[in-house]
């Protein structure tokens, strides 16, 4: 048997892991990495932070080299080579030397596309100015471009790594804008978990611009579409990325409907030698069952190394995504899994959402730090359809938590089953992710009805009272406008002061609202529990005023 | 209809639990709580840090007092008040007002039993001597017998709440000794998971003495089976709890045959109107489905909850234990979910076991910590049986993912497709449990055959040859003697001087031991990989070590 010819397109986190484990699986074979960039194996997740300088030392970027590549691995890895066009008939792939232009002419038996994807650039005025940060020579010009000492910096887009581009240069001293399309940081969570973190950006002296956009870039500012001016001596951009697909689709490789390249349930192309794997190509929704385009690099090296599992006769399962994702913005901790409201509420989705408010560990240990966690579940089924959270410590783990839950098919009330590590310095007895799952079981069982908090305006106006069971010393800190006040504890002494109609109680969290509702119904009452109680309200309530504050700015 | 007279035996965790949510149910019912005790609602778990002072207020271990929970839920809670009798077939208990001695007969439709558990005194001269923290009693004396500023402890078992104890005590400046019957600290885990946790406490300054029994407690010394005598101004035990059954057995319910009251799938014991939940139950193992005692207080609350539900009429599903928990100790943290390796074993379990030592994040970001993890599986279904992790920031985050995995009866080999939350400061692109997934995978499919750290010795007796592939730099720090040493990156052309026969390959952690077991199963060399590594084997070693030098210290 002669040995077997294994191409790779993409060195990083798909390609790589590709090619690692095809040696391990073939000791014999030939295989050579084609990569049109300059490095391999780079920590592309680090880069912000080796440009605010919390990762010291670019060379802690490097993860691997071609040359450790090769005496480890025996895999030929050429770097600055860019493989410009796929013979299918042929099975060859003309590779072009990058810096002496010389083509070369590679057969394979197996084809494997790790293009990943590239950062979205919207076309403006100056628009050359704006840097990304997508691989090592872009985070050199962004370190050459800092060395003029720039007081000022511009981000565009305040998803996850625009966030993460925010924090570290504001660790670096600079004055920084941020500029968001949407009406929020952070569009893949919802808005009232996204308020709190705009919020402390703000605090942390940055300059939040939401429902905006840049229009043009400037020598040294850069104009809003609301016409306002903004200092931007230093620009980066984050506004998306797109599947690097053109290869793919000049080789008449099929693409899906999101636009990344199609591939079936073994990773395989429309071409039967050819895999595609990473950002470039599209995934299966966990929720939907639908295509989606998901930018992760857990996803890309798990495909890498199924596809090299796949090419050498082994039996794969591909999971469905769903898309778990965190960062670190400025000390809080944001994750998500799954959907949100907004998409599943677009999508005409019956769900129930719930939102708490735990501490990271037993108040009566100290250091516990506060958290907000939000849970989408499927009406019908009481399946979990996503997870978000804010806060300081242990966010990261209940979205892990969950995140395994869902990948096991547990339900929203089963989360209450879980026997999670309790001591005091690390949870509570009752974990935050049991609390979530005693929460949505007393929903799905009808005993505590609730109320979301952009839908108490339209209850008030069709007749509810707001009933704040707080004490009085909480209702001091700030209410809702027009609400009774009852402390939870003489709730049951003065039902009669209570109005007609329907009741949409409230407590700081919702917890003491469940148990006043509770009471109230046994009675007789049609009472519903503001979920996430005044802390989620206020957090949605915030998040408005932002916005209008921001247009505001703008008048 | 008349209202319902619920009584509940026990105001802790479990019966709290049980009672609120009754209310919450049933806002017309008469709800009893007896508690023999003068606290209700009490942190339990917070007792060794009151006593050494991280907790600082006493106040905050008192969550609730009979007049708040009076107030809020309309239960009438009498503390100082021990039930002494049933009477089943008039359905009323006996209550005695331990200040008073008056007895009240209180009749019930319903009566849950959360009597608790009570720690464990073996015999022995001296042993009065010897405190316990079990409840708040227990702290106040323990508090007041430290206010002549003993400067010597003792602490009796190395288990859970023992090592809290001896982290307290060494935290307020006594300095400890620590005896423990086993071979080892921390029983529920396997010795070289523990090791590093003794030494962690002998670096520290603890006198550690394993595989050693107190005989006699003096003045302020106390005499060791081993002959040996050591300081003991202070002692506290903590060699175990057993079922608080007397009232139980005397009202004639049946017991199970670990010696906990029995329950049925919905918690009632063998007598139709008595539910009883909590430490002093057996419950269902979820790994034998067989009776097992666990002492949890997250099991206490839940199950509380859940004989509310059952009592009120509703369905409930009460899932087997796994029995989950996490000690901190020293800095170091350490968690467990299911079954160990030494039971496993013990059983004749046919099972795999992984060791990892993976990062708290990726290398490049700063402040990553190490940690050791352990996986046991089924070999014939690759079912999680257990996990364990020992190390720093994230271990507690592994154990509650692997334990979520086993509710939703995910396989080892899925903990690899595990979409969990990334980010540089957060966990790597594979976080550790994917990692575990990983290695689960190619053992399952047969890649990478693997022998432990315990069989190794057999291994070369019987003519295998140690093969270490890490760096010269590494082998310098230590190694297994007799090894033969060829870096991983020279293997591929050295193969002709590797002797003949089986070959245990090793490097630091296992993964370059897989990739030079892959290279060289396919050069048609038997070689399997030492799972774990060096610093697997090292720990095992060195676990072994510390029992050798406590038998030198004492003869």
Known sequence: MTSQRYLIIGGVAGGMSAATRLRRLDEHAQITVLERGGYVSFANCGLPYYLGGVIEERSSLLLQTPESLGSRFGLDVRVLTEAVAIDRAARTVTARDLATGDETVLPYDALVLSPGSVPIRPPMEGGDRTLTLWNIDDVDTAMARLEVQPRTALVIGAGFIGLEMVENLVHRGLEVTLVELAEQVLPPIDPEMAGPVAQRLIDAGVDVRLGTRVVAIGADTATLSDGSTVPAEFVLGSVGVRPETSLAAAAGLELGERGGIRVDEHL????????????????????????????????????????????????????????????????????????????????????????????????????????????????????????????????????????????????????????????????????????????????????????????????????????????????????????????????????????????????????????????????????????????????????????????????
Chains 1, 2 share one sequence.
Request: aromatic residues 4%; glycine residues 12%.
């Open 268 to 555: 395989r192309t429309s071409d039967p030698h050819i895999w595609a794997i990473g950002d470039a190509v599209e995934k299966v929704d966990a929720i939907t069952g639908e295509p989606r385009i998901v930018a992760l690099a857990g996803l890309a090296n798990r495909h890498g190394r199924l596809a090299a599992d796949a090419i050498t006769g082994r039996e794969i399962r591909v999971r469905d995504a769903l898309g778990t994702a965190v960062v670190g913005v400025m000390g809080l901790t944001v994750a998500t899994t799954g959907w949100n409201e907004k998409l599943l509420r677009a999508r005409g989705r019956d769900i129930r959402v719930f939102h708490t408010h735990p501490a990271s560990h037993t108040g009566y240990y100290p250091g516990a730090e506060g958290m907000s966690l939000k849970l989408l579940v499927d009406a019908g089924t009481d399946a979990i359809l996503g997870a978000q959270g804010v806060g300081g410590e242990g966010v990261d783990k209940r979205i892990d938590v969950i995140a395994t839950a869902m990948a096991g098919g547990l339900t929203a009330s089963e989360l209450a089953d879980l026997e999670l590590a309790y001591a005091p310095q690390y949870s509570s007895a009752k974990d935050p992710v049991n609390m979530l799952g005693y929460v949505a079981m007393n929903a799905a069982d009808g005993l505590t009805p609730s109320i979301q908090w952009h839908e108490v305006d339209a209850a008030v106006d069709a007749g509810a009272t707001v009933l704040d069971v707080r004490n009085p010393g909480e209702v001091a800190d700030g209410a809702i406008p027009g609400s009774l006040r009852i402390p939870l504890d003489e709730l049951r002494d003065r039902l009669d002061e209570l109005p007609e109609g329907r009741l949409i109680v409230h407590c700081k969290v919702g917890q003491r609202g469940h148990t006043a509702v509770r009471l109230l119904a046994q009675h007789g009452r049609d009472a519903v529990n503001l979920d996430g109680g005044y802390l989620t309200w206020k957090a949605g309530i915030d998040a408005r005023e932002l916005v209008a504050d921001a247009a505001e700015l703008a008048a």
